[in-house]
């Protein structure tokens, strides 16, 4: 599970920006908006670990390529009331705090 969370979480974002950059470069401008996560859940180290590694990649790209024009940014949003990441035993529209 690991792997395949970061190959698509990490490597997936690394290569599309890798890919995008020089057409934009060649533009003179661009923005890059990629989703990262303000959740945590437990037994979700796979998952926050890639959302972590999504932040950090969009900080470094946007010290690499913001003086050339290209913005960069991650939005993190936070968790969503789900059976996921609910404690067991309580229902749905159960309200959290």
């Known amino acids: 599970m690991w792997e395949d969370v ?11 920006i890798r890919y995008e950059v020089p057409y934009m470069l060649e ?5 890059i908006i990629c989703t990262a996560s303000g959740s945590r859940r ?3 180290g796979a998952y926050t670990a890639s959302k972590q590694a999504i932040k950090g990649i969009v900080d ?4 690499d390529y913001g003086p050339q024009g290209i913005r ?3 939005i993190a949003p936070g968790t969503t009331d789900t ?5 067991p035993g309580l229902p749905d529209g159960f309200p959290s705090r």
């Open 6 to 16: 970061q190959n698509t979480n990490v490597r997936g974002v690394y290569l599309a």
């Open 27 to 31: 533009a003179g401008r661009g923005v």
């Open 42 to 44: 437990p037994q979700g």
């Open 60 to 63: 470094a790209a946007a010290l």
């Open 72 to 74: 960069l940014n991650a």
């Open 83 to 87: 059976a996921l990441v609910r404690p």
